[in-house]
């Protein structure tokens, strides 16, 4: 054979290989190059923290780098508004900034509107009507806003968010992907740093629910061609070698269904739970883990049923709403459950919006108290009281599961902030086999994650007080003693190293968090309550 032929045989079995994601693979959605969550998505929240976060934190580390390469060395700064890059890459990100500020001019004039609106309404709105008001809302609201006040005759207004979705605020051609290998958990902190380059990543400037995208999020468990999958992506052959990286031969894990009546449940790491019992799957805020051969021992995504029936979403927080998690699983996915939003108001943007816009069909809102019924039970909202820093926000909920005849309750970041609340959910739950709890009690301050959003800026020692807590052990066992579970598992603390690039969390032994949920365990088991906190994964048959 001469080698012209050989060649061109090499090249034709090439082609025809059948490769699978690898495990290890991180593929991080962007928007406008900044980690992408429910608060970039939705238009009006993206609009304020790229004009209130994202351009003064580029704007500060241009002035003063030295001062943000210490912070980010700094464990006790981690997960601040610091640039983590070299001091000389500053030409590179005030570049980023002014390029920022010349194609994002929808957004800033949005930003610049909602703050001319606020103090319209704090000038005029006296109790009178506001009908003269409309022809002064600032152009960028015009037809996007109703003015109205509360009943203690404060006035404000309500987001026709829909709307937002279908004007030149909602760019998706800003939506992208950057996919790398990773090397161990540990990531630096994500929100803070935008990607500047592809940093030996593979950059995808696709919007999310883009079909090769799709693919590509497939091929962790469908092999595909190499070839076919960098066509789908739009990408030239100078980047085939970069797609070919990311990729092995080597298949996914075998994994056999739980076809069982009886429930078994896989804690996979921070809030995320896997409920399955009947052939009946229940997902819980799915933040899973890469493959990555580190410790801790951890379920990955391989490691999910092929077909997830429902997944079940607490709060619009990054570290529950994780679209890194949920875009890649977007085609094993039966229905999407989340709470009901207020209706408009800026601090509260709808998960279901958000969601239906990255793609996912079939997307349930419910309400406190409501049931939806599912095949071989049903899954109920319950209330969830704090770690919103006492916002007017609506969407969030903990979960009441029922399959398989056990009964579990999902509450992940709920602050027991009045336990005569949970006299009446006993009423509602019944017996409860299964309490998870979150305790992150710390929180950060309320601006750590709302801050772009306030018309005005707290106080510090207002913002100290309005923390993003979950339950200490004296409110956590108020829930324990009202609710009188089988079994309490505190869980959605953070804690385990693939989250940290979202959470910040690094706990010792003697941090509040730690110290609370050992003397919440340790009452439990007083009472002859089985109890443990849970950490990386484990497997529970109840």
């Not at 003064?56 to 060395?73: E, N, Y």
């Not at 992907?177 to 400037?205: I, K, M, N, V």
């Not at 007083?526 to 048959?541: D, H, I, P, Q």
Request: aromatic share 6%; net charge negative.
């Amino acid at each position: 054979m001469s080698r012209a032929r050989a060649r061109g045989s090499l090249r034709a079995a090439l082609a025809s290989e059948e490769l699978y994601l690898r495990r290890d693979v991180a593929v991080e959605p962007t928007v406008r190059r900044w980690y992408a969550w429910a608060h970039l998505v939705a238009p009006a929240t993206s609009a304020l923290h790229l004009a209130r976060s994202h351009l003064p934190i580029l704007d500060s580390f241009v002035r003063t780098p030295a001062v943000h390469a210490a912070a980010v060395k700094n464990p006790r700064m981690r997960g601040g508004p610091f640039l983590d890059c070299e001091a000389a890459r500053v030409d590179e990100v005030r570049a980023f900034a002014d390029g920022l500020r010349e194609t994002c001019r929808p957004q800033l004039e949005f930003a610049e509107a909602v703050a001319e609106l606020e103090a319209l309404l704090a000038r005029h709105g006296d109790g009178g009507s506001l009908e003269p008001l409309y022809e002064r809302v600032p152009a960028p609201l015009r037809g996007h806003v109703e003015l109205l006040y509360d009943p203690a005759n404060r006035p404000g207004f309500r987001l026709l968010e829909r709307l937002l979705y279908r004007s030149a605020l909602h760019d998706r051609s800003a939506q992208g992907f950057f996919a790398r290998r990773l090397d161990g958990d540990l990531r630096p902190f994500a929100l803070s740093t935008p990607r500047l380059s592809d940093e030996g990543a593979l950059e995808l400037r696709l919007p999310f629910d883009h079909e090769g995208v799709a693919r590509l999020f497939r091929a962790r468990n469908e092999p595909c061609a190499p070839d076919a999958l960098r066509e789908a992506l739009g990408l030239d052959a100078e980047r085939a070698g970069d797609l070919r990286a990311l990729m092995t031969d080597r298949p996914p894990r075998a994994r056999e269904p739980w076809t069982a009546a009886t429930p078994r449940v896989r804690y996979m790491g921070h809030a995320c739970v896997l409920v399955e019992a009947g052939g009946v799957s229940v997902l819980t805020d799915p933040l899973v883990a890469y493959d990555t051969g580190s410790d801790p021992p951890r379920f990955a995504l391989e490691d999910l049923p092929e077909r997830i029936d429902w997944v079940v979403l607490t709060h619009a927080h990054q570290d529950h709403v994780v679209l890194e998690t949920l875009l890649p699983l977007r085609h094993r996915i039966g229905t999407v459950v989340v709470p009901r939003a207020g209706g408009g108001e800026l601090e509260d943007p709808s998960l279901r919006l958000v969601l239906e816009d990255v793609g996912f069909a079939n997307v349930v809102e419910l309400d406190e108290l409501e049931v939806l019924p599912i095949e071989g039970g049903e899954i109920v909202g319950l209330p969830f009281l704090g770690e919103h820093g006492d916002l007017r926000v609506r969407s969030k909920l903990a979960h009441l599961v029922r399959l398989g005849g056990r009964t579990l309750v999902f509450a992940a970041d709920s602050c027991n902030l009045e336990p005569l609340l949970y006299d009446h959910v006993r009423e509602v739950a019944g017996d409860v086999d299964a309490l998870f709890l979150g305790m992150e009690c710390d929180g950060a301050p309320m601006s750590w994650l709302y801050g772009a959003l306030l018309a005005t800026p707290l106080k510090r020692s207002m913002d100290q007080t309005r923390r993003l807590r979950g339950s200490d052990s004296e409110q956590g066992l108020a829930i324990v003693d009202r609710l009188r579970p089988a079994r309490v598992y505190v869980y959605a603390m953070g804690q385990e190293p693939w989250c940290s690039f979202i959470t910040s969390i690094d706990y010792t032994d003697e941090s509040p968090p730690i110290r609370e949920s050992n003397a919440l365990v340790a009452a439990c088991r007083e009472r002859g309550v089985e109890a443990e906190r849970l950490y990386g994964s484990r497997e529970l048959t109840l």
